[in-house]
């Protein structure tokens, strides 16, 4: 058993398929096969089973999976850890973001920190804040960028930056000459719910909650997946909603929908930064944090 071996049954395990981790590796898928045969011969175990097109890894590979994602990582850091010390900032990281995060805030960031740190390259993935959070839990992300605080003992969360919710309607609505609105007239409005992880959505129903109105009560018929489809539903008039004033501001801007204040609600919030508790960031991952505080 070797890091390279690892590295390849990993890529398999990932993407489920000989063909595609081949394609992916740059080696024959042959040579793959017979990599993942030595491991299984190490091990005395079978560690995949071909399933008609799609590969899956045993019970026994999932374990050797977690370990080796571990193995791999730690690989990882210290190349970065050598690097950092002989002064040259190379390497990749991997990064997460909510939706607010991932479409305006950490784009920016990597724009700026990529052109003072060029030989480092980072993936960006999005989610709601649960799939950040899980995926920075299983090792796939070294951190993320989320707008809910989550009382989870795996993970260490700090604010980063404040964020302004309101009240969206579209141009034309009853409301669009309006600067507020009471809470309570809320309820007998079309309301466009979000998933049930975001961030943004959780915010908004604790804060309702707190000031004793059933956010239950909300005529919720109409739920989707991120702000851009919320955005739209709005200017569709399919229904109203609260959102993030940086996800609409180009639209408030051209005139094509109207922020109101919601009298009796604090729709204030932050953005945290959200890192794994046990594990230790690698010397890139510390840079684009101080870069980040600095910055937002």
Known sequence: MDLWQLHIFVSVVEKKSFSKASDL????QPTVS????????????????????TTEPTRAGMILYDHAKKLLGLRDLTESAMLDFLGHTKGKLNIGGSTIPAGYLIPKLMGAFTQKFPDVAISLSAGDTMQVIDAIKQGNIELGVVGA????????????????MKLIVPIGHKWANRDAIDCSSLFSEPFIAREKG????QSILTSMDKKGFNSLDLDTRITMG?????????????????????????????????????TGLDLNR???????????QSPICNKFIDFA???L
């Open 25 to 28: 590796i740059n080696l024959s």
């Open 34 to 53: 017979t990599h993942i045969k030595e491991l299984e011969e190490h091990f005395q175990c079978r560690l995949l089973d071909r399933l008609g097109k």
């Open 149 to 164: 605080l989550k009382d989870d003992p795996a993970i260490l969360q700090e604010k980063l930056v404040a964020d302004e």
């Open 198 to 201: 975001s961030g943004t959505w």
């Open 226 to 262: 991120n702000s851009v489809s919320v955005i739209q539903g709005i200017l569709n008039r399919v229904g109203i909603s609260i959102l993030s004033t940086i996800a609409v501001a180009d639209e408030i801007a051209t005139g094509r929908l109207h922020a109101l204040s919601v």
């Open 270 to 280: 932050y953005f945290y930064l959200t890192l794994p508790q046990k594990r230790t």
């Open 293 to 295: 505080r600095q910055n």
